[in-house]
């Protein structure tokens, strides 16, 4: 199910809906029935997060579940559509392993991952889930594995080192 909306920052926000179980609180008098749901919403270009919502109906568990995702949004760095480099995520007993493809490769991934991934806008990658593939597990693993990710004048910040660009005019003042 996917469903666009629009944000406060006139961004297009896409949701997605992983997962909708029914659950049960058990009370004196029986059991009473509810909806829980896992929604993943993003803009397609690097921002992305999740929700869990919870509501008597599905399409309100839905709603509360994109209005939490909303509030949990988080800024993917990524180079030309791909990750700059592999990275691991965790959670649970879920590990998600995601590495960079050639351009033109698509989104090799299954299930909750892809989900992420599409909606980060990342366009050329090859994952891999080890473990649990619970889908809660699951989205909050690649979502861990993404925060991860420095583009490379951070990550030469971080370090303390000078980030060194070659070009082809410096290459040939060098050769002389």
């Given at each position: 199910?996917?469903?666009?909306?629009?944000?406060?920052?006139?961004?297009?926000?896409?949701d997605?809906?992983?997962?909708?179980?029914?659950?049960?609180?058990?009370?004196?008098?029986?059991?009473?029935?509810?909806?829980?749901?896992?929604?993943?919403?993003?803009?397609?270009?690097?921002?992305?997060?999740?929700?869990?919502?919870?509501?008597?109906?599905?399409?309100?568990?839905?709603?509360?579940?994109?209005?939490?995702?909303?509030?949990?949004?988080?800024?993917?760095?990524?180079?030309?559509?791909?990750?700059p480099?592999?990275?691991?995520?965790?959670?649970?007993s879920?590990?998600?392993?995601?590495?960079?493809?050639?351009?033109?490769?698509?989104?090799?991934?299954?299930?909750?991952?892809?989900?992420?991934?599409?909606?980060?806008?990342?366009?050329?990658?090859?994952?891999?889930?080890?473990?649990?593939?619970?889908?809660?597990?699951?989205?909050?693993?690649?979502?861990?594995?993404?925060?991860?990710?420095?583009?490379?004048?951070?990550?030469?910040?971080?370090?303390?080192?000078?980030?060194?660009?070659?070009?082809?005019e410096?290459?040939?003042?060098?050769?002389?």
């Open positions: 199910m996917e469903v666009k909306k629009k944000d406060e920052s006139k961004n297009v926000l896409q997605k809906v992983v997962s909708i179980s029914r659950v049960a609180k058990v009370v004196k008098g029986g059991r009473r029935f509810s909806f829980s749901s896992l929604v993943v919403v993003g803009d397609g270009e690097s921002r992305v997060g999740f929700g869990v919502g919870k509501a008597g109906e599905v399409p309100d568990a839905i709603r509360k579940g994109s209005e939490q995702a909303k509030k949990n949004l988080v800024d993917i760095p990524h180079v030309e559509g791909t990750l480099y592999e990275v691991y995520g965790r959670h649970g879920s590990s998600v392993m995601m590495s960079p493809a050639k351009k033109g490769k698509g989104i090799i991934a299954g299930g909750a991952v892809r989900m992420v991934v599409e909606l980060a806008g990342i366009k050329d990658i090859v994952c891999k889930i080890h473990g649990s593939k619970n889908g809660h597990n699951v989205v909050r693993a690649t979502l861990d594995g993404l925060q991860q990710l420095m583009v490379a004048e951070n990550r030469a910040k971080e370090r303390g080192v000078e980030l060194a660009i070659e070009t082809t410096k290459k040939e003042a060098i050769a002389g």
